[in-house]
């Protein structure tokens, strides 16, 4: 059945899943697909804004104006989303914790300019997950001795009864596999929800209303789940290296 101008059917539901173009890697067929090229453009954008930054902040000016107050507006607010959690600590983790941050969140937000957000793929909120478990555990063998590490993993029982170590390891393997499925079925969710709405809604209905669930899917929940993400690995490390707060 044809469709008129006004209306739409779900075989225009396009959910931006598609294989650009691929290539023999030993013998087998790899593909490049629209999460790899969304990627190496949030990668571009992020970059490019660095280095904007980098040249603005090489001939700052004591008295900031322009995009330099921009530069220092981002760069005190990530600093003082890392100070609380992480107290004394908070310097080393300045750099990791910022740079996860931004990439997240300029991934979430990154459907405002009709691509297809990074995050919704978890081949990309995986190895996010896994290098915040390996900090985690990094951190946890710096500042505590192995002792500490088995009492931890032996609690609530003494140290001499490890009847609850399966289980405290099971919960330590689920963090990576908790964090990044959080952040990837949030953000998987609402790119369903906005091609549905796209690819059924009649034409018309599309110039109007959608952009009310843009600015809550792709912006507040795209922040929220940056910050979630950010915070979350903040308070494991913390507890991990046995940071005490300020």
């Not at 075989?11 to 650009?20: A, L, P």
Request: glycine share 6%; with cysteine; aromatic share 12%.
């Amino acid at each position: 059945m044809e469709h008129g101008i006004l209306l739409s059917g779900a075989d225009n539901i396009d959910f931006m899943i598609h294989g650009v173009f691929k290539y023999s890697f030993f013998g087998h067929e790899v593909w490049i697909t629209t999460t790899h090229v969304c990627v190496l453009i949030v990668m571009l954008l992020i970059i490019g804004f660095a280095i904007a930054a980098n040249r603005q902040m090489a001939k700052a000016r004591e008295v900031p104006e322009g995009f330099q107050n921009v530069v220092e507006l981002i760069v005190e607010k990530l600093d003082a989303m890392v100070d609380t959690p992480m107290g004394k600590a908070a310097p080393k983790f300045y750099n990791y914790i910022g740079t996860i941050f931004i990439f997240i969140l300029v991934s979430n937000i990154s459907g405002l300019l009709g691509l297809r957000p990074p995050t919704a793929d978890y081949g990309v909120t995986l190895p996010l997950g896994v290098l915040t478990f390996l900090l985690i555990h990094y951190n946890q063998f710096k500042y505590q001795k192995p002792k500490e590490i088995w009492e931890g993993m032996c609690s609530p029982l003494p140290p001499w009864l490890p009847i609850w170590l399966p289980i405290n390891l099971i919960s330590e393997i689920a963090v990576p596999i908790s964090l990044s499925l959080r952040l990837f079925a949030n953000v998987l969710s609402g790119t369903v929800m906005m091609a549905l709405i796209y690819g059924l809604l009649p034409h018309i209905a599309t110039l109007i209303w959608p952009a009310a669930l843009h600015a809550y899917l792709d912006v507040f929940a795209g922040v929220l789940q940056s910050y979630v993400f950010a915070m979350l690995t903040m308070v494991f490390i913390a507890n991990a290296a046995d940071i005490q707060e300020e």
